[in-house]
């Protein structure tokens, strides 16, 4: 494999390559080279690996310790986005600085102080002072997160909010009251009996509304999330135990899908940022726990896993046309 090759393997930088990387920059390979095709540099991809045996090769043999990539971010971003405390430890030792803004003027420390890799920044010269309510509000977004940790359910599920369940009805293109609420027996006997596509449709303690798949059509089918937002609302939907992404449609838009671990940009909504989409490691929360919190956050709606197998349910056909 050329020198070309090698660098754009997205495993090239690790600990466990230190042999080979020692061979190549001996060969006059430029630690601190563009790899175009990953967007970023050697540093970035060994901090992104948490190898710093390579961090420490690469900067005594002359790489720069805060290069930007094409996100705009540097290594150390990386190590903390990463969880990989050896990481940051060497790119601190060397100098990077902790306090540069790399996403939205957040830079790799302030990230790091609501993570477990808090103590390897507090104390540094210049660290920002976090409120108390910054701190109280991202503990309680967090704990909501953490309480999602017994769900195990597959299938697809949304969230809307700022609409009620009746109009939420209306909206898929039926009168309420022609579909009241069944028990799960009756659901199941109802689902295996309909002509067409349905959704399950309810309201969870506490507000909102859920439309949850079962054999019917998606709830974050283009045509559902337009119509059931179209007059007001927001609508978040997730495969949370098979999918990282959320997708998000708002007033009969869909407005993004962003996915739990792609890299946040400055356009990057704050109920991302509280909900720890971007984060790689550093903090212990799943992909489940971040992508039903986000459902949460974005439309004041939480469901148990338990609610949602036993709860009355309208059974509502749809036409995705």
Known sequence: MGDEEWAEDADAWRDTNLAQIRRHLADGFDPGRRLPWL??????????????????????????????????????????????????????????????????????????????????????????????????????????????????????????????????????????????????????????????ETLRVASPPGGGVVLFQTDGILPVHDAVGRAVTSGGGVLAGSFPFASPSVDIWRDGFHTGRPSVHEQLSDDSILELWMCRFGDCGAHPSTSIERALGLMSLLTSTYITEEWLWSTPMRLVPFDPG
């Open 39 to 196: 967007g970023t540099t050697p540093l970035h991809q060994a901090a992104k690996e948490g190898a710093a045996q390579v961090i420490e090769l690469l900067l005594a043999s002359g790489a720069e310790v805060d290069p930007i990539d094409a996100d705009g971010v540097t290594p150390l971003w990386e190590a903390v986005r990463h969880g990989c405390d050896d990481a940051a430890r060497v790119l601190l030792a060397a100098g990077a600085d902790p306090w540069r803004p790399c996403i939205a003027g957040r830079s790799p420390g302030v990230q790091a102080l609501f993570t477990e890799m808090a103590g390897l920044f507090s104390g540094l010269p210049g660290a920002p002072g976090v409120s108390p309510r910054l701190r109280e509000l991202q503990d309680t977004v967090d704990a909501m997160m953490f309480s999602y940790e017994d769900y195990n359910e597959g299938l697809c599920v949304a969230f809307v909010g700022e609409v009620s369940e009746d109009e939420v009805v209306r909206r898929l293109g039926v009168a309420p009251e022609l579909y009241p609420p069944m028990d799960i027996a009756e659901l199941w006997r109802a689902e295996q009996e309909a002509p067409v």
